[in-house]
């Protein structure tokens, strides 16, 4: 747990992430609102328009960028742990937005954290690694404009954390991760020189870059940001750019899906079937029963079915917005009307999802260098 | 600063290693006396028979591997922040004694230690290391028969390193080494990479491995020999034993030689007429007069020019015994005839040296891929 926090706002990359309050992280982390922005941007997408990308660490930088069209990076990743599922979708769909709008993209599979977090062994993260990089570019990652790599075996990265572990006390660890095994601080250094990675010789040097992560991953930015600055005279690094996506809730209506707990989530492998059983199982924000629902409308400001047609499965924006006024506050729908819809478009999204990332499967051992 | 230790017996490879009593090693850290052993092993080298070699972690599982002609290893290195000098000669002479005496020779270059520990860019520190190749070959090292690497361009230790990160907890760290930056805890992790990199795959797997070494070294041994059981399971690792040699005088007597202060010392790329001088600078454990020197002798114990003669330029035993007993404390011999003699040894050696190194600067650019 971060020791710098005294409000119940945790931030840890490593740990549970529990956000109280986003406007607390405006004032406690210097994250900026991303809201005031958006009349700015070109063509912002869902998550944007919609504030479930609600943050933003300089992204005005990038924004001149993107206006000016001069060379930009984005730069990501997942970590090889499962099949995708709907957190990594998010980072995914982000990814490409900006690659879709003249950036740079970097997706980095780390590996290295996977082992020191997660125990996992390089051999088995590598069949997750395999799925995750079909994945995602069954979802429009363009690898012919893309960069995609294992932390393992990318020598950079690991020269990076090499570079940067002089600059980095033992103090500022722990002040930023609490106190954990060496191998989380190595996998902390590597990260560093993920996001640092763009703006190295080989890909061309200095440039703005932004990292779209969710919030739990903001510690890792700080650090490098701090690197950046550190290290500037001799790599003339810009200091990162991020956005801040909101975590979608547990289908349990807890605030973060967890592995622990299946029930409170669901991958894109999965059969539609059980994946229709889980939306049809979860938590929502209705009323006990259809009578009173009708009559008073119920919340979708608990509800993880509401999240997940805001996050990924509505596309239109005021479709999100007749949702959360008229049908669900209005009490014009009953939950399991709002399921079942929910549950055909997800059906419908996963199964065309599935066809595509089989076909890419070839693809992405390629790109991994795998038999 | 080791902050497990309670007297004066400091030994922090990071910092100044001061040992007051090389007995109280035996005792407080484990480490076993040489001397028993002595009898049993068919031909020691000079640095054994005259107890410049004072202790050893498990080395009977080395004799036994030299008595059986049994497969075993020899690993050490040099930190590329300089030119060869005393410290370096000595080690450079126990890896080709056991080289001779059947075992694998690994030898490292740290120039990740000169980086993190030193601030000596990568740049910089391959010049040295092209100097402290040829040294090494020079001293009689057999590439075809060992192996030179630099730690910044070996990626198996450091994948090792992020292996060994997860079995490495903070407090472990600090026990060991005292408080640091990340960038000496991530050299120390990759240093028990090299340690066990001659038990890896691709060098035919887990074998006995003797690490000559300081004294001051230590720390990096009990680190490794803790990783080598941890991950005992996968890796079969045998857990590595060390030798341990006294550290030579200081030419001012003082108990370490140090950069700060180059009378301290000399390299074998200055010119014979510097160190000659510097020779004859020296302190001694002469007394204030010639007429009291030789009716009450002189002290050897305290004496840097006793301890090159003991160390490296007597080849014979008994010139040693004799210098000791009847030349100085027996008042034989004035302090400034024995610098004269010992200026002449040590004006052939590096003169001979030198013409042998610079032989074999072109094999050393070509082992480290160096234009």
């Given at each position: 747990?971060?020791?710098?926090?005294?409000?119940?706002?945790?931030?840890?990359?490593?740990?549970?992430?529990?956000?109280?309050?986003?406007?607390?992280?405006?004032?406690?982390?210097?994250?900026?609102?991303?809201?005031?922005?958006?009349?700015?941007?070109?063509?912002?997408?869902?998550?944007?328009?919609?504030?479930?990308?609600?943050?933003?660490?300089?992204?005005?930088?990038?924004?001149?960028?993107?206006?000016?069209?001069?060379?930009?990076a984005v730069m990501s990743g997942i970590?090889?742990?499962?099949?995708?599922?709907?957190?990594t979708?998010q980072t995914a769909r982000e990814v490409t937005?900006f690659q879709?709008?003249?950036?740079?993209a970097f997706y980095c599979?780390a590996?290295?954290?996977?082992?020191?977090?997660?125990?996992?062994?390089?051999?088995?993260?590598?069949?997750?690694?395999?799925?995750?990089?079909?994945?995602l570019?069954?979802?429009?990652f363009?690898?012919?404009?893309?960069?995609?790599?294992?932390?393992?075996?990318?020598?950079?990265?690991?020269?990076?954390?090499?570079?940067?572990?002089?600059?980095?006390?033992?103090?500022?660890?722990?002040?930023?991760?609490?106190?954990?095994?060496?191998?989380?601080?190595?996998?902390?250094?590597?990260?560093?020189?993920d996001i640092?990675?763009?703006?190295?010789?080989?890909?061309?040097?200095?440039?703005?870059t932004v990292v779209p992560v969710g919030?739990?991953q903001?510690?890792?930015?700080?650090?490098?940001?701090?690197?950046?600055?550190?290290?500037?005279?001799?790599?003339?690094?810009?200091?990162?750019?991020s956005t801040?996506?909101?975590?979608?809730?547990?289908?349990?209506?807890?605030?973060?899906?967890?592995?622990?707990?299946?029930?409170?989530?669901?991958?894109?492998?999965?059969?539609?079937?059980?994946?229709?059983?889980?939306?049809?199982?979860?938590?929502?924000?209705?009323?006990?029963?259809?009578?009173?629902?009708?009559?008073?409308?119920?919340?979708?400001?608990?509800?993880?079915?509401?999240?997940?047609?805001?996050?990924?499965?509505?596309?239109?924006?005021?479709?999100?917005?007749?949702?959360?006024?008229?049908?669900?506050?209005?009490?014009?729908?009953?939950?399991?009307?709002?399921?079942?819809?929910?549950?055909?478009?997800?059906?419908?999204?996963?199964?065309?999802?599935?066809?595509?990332?089989?076909?890419?499967?070839?693809?992405?051992?390629?790109?991994?260098?795998?038999?």
């Amino acid at each position: 747990m971060s020791k710098e926090l005294h409000s119940k706002t945790k931030i840890d990359p490593f740990g549970t992430t529990a956000i109280e309050d986003y406007e607390k992280l405006y004032e406690e982390f210097g994250i900026q609102p991303f809201k005031p922005l958006l009349s700015e941007i070109p063509d912002p997408n869902a998550a944007m328009r919609r504030g479930v990308i609600f943050g933003h660490r300089d992204f005005g930088r990038i924004l001149s960028a993107m206006k000016n069209h001069e060379e930009y990076a984005v730069m990501s990743g997942i970590k090889p742990t499962g099949e995708f599922h709907l957190g990594t979708l998010q980072t995914a769909r982000e990814v490409t937005y900006f690659q879709q709008h003249g950036a740079k993209a970097f997706y980095c599979i780390a590996d290295v954290e996977a082992y020191e977090d997660n125990h996992i062994q390089f051999e088995r993260s590598q069949k997750y690694a395999i799925g995750n990089v079909a994945d995602l570019l069954a979802l429009g990652f363009d690898p012919k404009k893309g960069f995609i790599y294992k932390q393992s075996k990318e020598e950079r990265v690991k020269d990076l954390a090499i570079l940067f572990g002089r600059g980095v006390t033992l103090a500022t660890m722990k002040a930023i991760y609490g106190e954990h095994h060496m191998g989380l601080y190595l996998s902390a250094l590597i990260q560093a020189g993920d996001i640092l990675l763009p703006q190295t010789k080989d890909f061309s040097g200095p440039k703005p870059t932004v990292v779209p992560v969710g919030i739990d991953q903001d510690p890792h930015l700080r650090l490098t940001r701090d690197l950046a600055f550190k290290f500037r005279r001799k790599y003339k690094f810009i200091p990162p750019s991020s956005t801040y996506h909101k975590l979608i809730k547990a289908l349990d209506g807890s605030p973060k899906m967890s592995k622990r707990d299946p029930m409170s989530y669901f991958t894109f492998e999965e059969s539609p079937e059980v994946i229709a059983k889980k939306i049809r199982n979860a938590f929502t924000g209705g009323r006990p029963t259809a009578e009173e629902q009708r009559r008073l409308g119920a919340n979708p400001d608990i509800c993880p079915i509401y999240d997940l047609y805001l996050f990924h499965f509505f596309e239109k924006d005021e479709d999100v917005t007749r949702l959360y006024h008229e049908e669900c506050k209005g009490g014009c729908i009953l939950c399991g009307e709002d399921k079942q819809r929910l549950i055909e478009i997800v059906t419908t999204f996963v199964k065309e999802h599935q066809r595509k990332r089989h076909q890419y499967m070839d693809k992405a051992r390629e790109i991994l260098k795998a038999e």
